[in-house]
């Protein structure tokens, strides 16, 4: 079985950084490597939406509203892709999710962990 967990969340004041890491398991590296890995968020009372993906090629996508503050990066060896979180704002408050996929149809999701930008 395909498991993912998110480490990282924390509360930070505006400007502040965080890191967060998906660590997967339940697979081979070989089948690891297929995988877009996805990074997620969903705010109360909103729809969870995408916020940044590697695929299994390596090419890398954002959303506007991250672009130039966050970075995916992503080590095979390790299962591990990581979000980095710079400038954060009050409005990129929500739980972050990984999930096995670049869209909210991904098939294996984590838990969760929550970040607040809060002063």
């Known amino acids: 079985q395909v498991q993912l967990v998110e480490s990282g969340g924390d509360l930070v004041r505006p400007g502040g950084s965080l890191r967060l890491s998906c660590t997967v398991s339940?697979?081979?590296?070989?089948?690891?490597?297929?995988?877009?890995i996805g990074w997620f968020r969903q705010a109360p009372e909103k729809e969870r939406e995408e916020v940044s993906c590697?695929?299994?090629?390596?090419?890398?996508v954002y959303s506007d509203s991250v672009k130039g503050r966050f970075t995916i990066s992503r080590d095979n060896a390790k299962r591990t892709v990581n979000l980095q979180m710079n400038s954060l704002k009050p409005s990129d408050t929500a739980v972050y999710y990984c999930?096995?996929?670049?869209?909210?149809?991904?098939?294996?999701w984590g838990q969760g962990t929550q970040v607040t930008v809060a002063s």
């Open positions: 339940g697979i081979t590296l070989d089948y690891f490597n297929f995988y877009h």
């Open positions: 590697v695929r299994a090629d390596s090419t890398i």
């Open positions: 999930a096995t996929g670049c869209t909210v149809s991904a098939k294996y």
